[in-house]
């Protein structure tokens, strides 16, 4: 038999108006679900410190609580995470036990937002629906059941969850993030060049693992060389990618090159820490406005897990290149990240620096002056 609630525990938003909500210049999370701040519970801040430690690690400076009323005709609950830099999270959560609940409900988030993007083979897709029945019965082999699909847009990313603990639950989470303002101060630290230690026009004279020629109109237009390195780059990288622009086997002053250091296996996180607090301290906040790692991209990179990482993009002043500026123009750019999510050309955690013949002349530059 049909639950009928009443009309007044029912929220009247629909997917759609809410969804469209997101794109507007001004986002207000209340108004966009037609409730008003007397609706909504405070949540203690000892309460959440006793309960959910880790939320307080994360950065979240308050939370807020709905329950018992029906969200998108489907969801009871709704909590509302606050957090230091201002973004905000709302999730919205239910039991499930019919498997097409979470299958339409999926259906109509690509409708409004497209196919978005799942994560395999660590997450199940919604696509698996044989997946998601067994987890709507109480039943999964392994982590991998668990069902996850993500889209994002602007400042906002949207994340459909069919969880395995607690079992059975769906979640649907929508993160607004506030844009950050971009630091384009010049950069006076000098480059990252002082602490690389291996020549890579020497390295170069070696015998490559691999050399792979990409043509253009017959002619090569660049090659990348893939070297194991002597000495690990900054104690992580063991190898190198060399995309050399030119007919000649050589890093020169002329020739466009792109270096990246990466890692097959597991990495010290330590390391890693270190290594991002070198890049911060010479570079400063990023093309995003981010410094140090947050507590979860330290689990990102403690579990060999995706991570977008951090990203330079330096111009002719050595400042962060503003791309509105037509008078600006890129001489090279540093990031790291890390690529691992289980195909096979995966690089890993990589540093990588397009232009890096730019990034040593700048550098020889600075010296000289």
């Known amino acids: 038999m049909k639950n009928f609630l009443p009309p007044s525990l029912r929220n009247p938003t629909r997917l759609g108006d809410f969804i469209l909500s997101t794109f507007m210049d001004e986002w207000h999370y209340l108004n966009s679900l037609r409730l008003h701040s007397g609706q909504i519970q ?95 019965k109480g039943k999964f082999e392994s982590a991998s059941d668990q ?31 506030v844009k950050k303002e971009i630091d384009r101060s010049v950069r006076a630290k000098g480059t990252l060049v002082p602490f690389i230690k291996n020549d ?24 990348d060389y893939y070297y194991q390195l002597n000495e690990p780059e900054f104690g992580i990288f063991e190898r190198a990618e060399l995309k050399v622009f030119s007919n000649h086997k050589q890093i020169g002053p002329n020739t466009h090159s792109v270096v990246t250091y990466y890692s097959k296996y ?28 947050e507590l979860h991209e330290v689990e990102f990179i403690d579990k060999s897990e995706s991570w977008t990482g951090r990203s330079w993009l330096v111009n002719q002043h050595h400042a962060l290149q503003d791309l509105s500026n037509p008078s600006e123009y890129t001489v090279y750019q540093v990031r790291i990240g890390l690529d691992n999510i289980g195909n096979a050309d995966d690089l890993g955690l990589n540093l990588s620096i397009n232009g890096f013949n730019s990034l040593l002349e700048y550098d020889a530059l600075m010296k000289a002056n």
């Not at 693992?209 to 109109?217: A, G, R, S, T, Y």
């Not at 010290?268 to 906040?285: E, P, S």
């Open 200 to 223: 890579l026009n020497k390295v170069l004279l070696n015998e490559a693992l691999k050399e792979v020629p990409h043509l253009e109109d017959g002619k090569i237009k660049f090659t």
């Open 266 to 293: 597991e990495v010290n996180t330590d390391k890693v820490l270190r290594l991002i607090d070198q890049l911060v301290d010479i570079y400063g906040t990023d093309d995003y406005g981010s410094r140090e790692l």
């Open 42 to 136: 405070q949540v203690p801040f000892d309460v959440i410190l006793n309960d959910n430690p880790m939320d307080i690690a994360d950065g979240v400076s308050r939370v807020e609580t709905k329950f018992g009323m029906i969200f998108f005709d489907l969801f009871e609950n709704l909590v509302i995470k606050h957090y230091n830099d201002d973004t905000v999270k709302l999730m919205f959560y239910t039991e499930i036990k019919n498997p097409n609940k979470p299958l339409n409900f999926f259906r109509q988030l690509q409708e409004e937002l497209g196919g978005g993007w799942h994560y395999d083979p660590k997450f199940s897709t919604f696509q698996m629906i044989d997946k998601v029945t067994n987890l709507a």
């Open 147 to 177: 069902v996850f699909h993500t889209w994002h847009h602007a400042d906002f990313s949207f994340s459909l969850n069919f969880q395995i603990d607690p079992l059975r639950r769906l979640v649907f989470s929508v993160s607004h993030k």
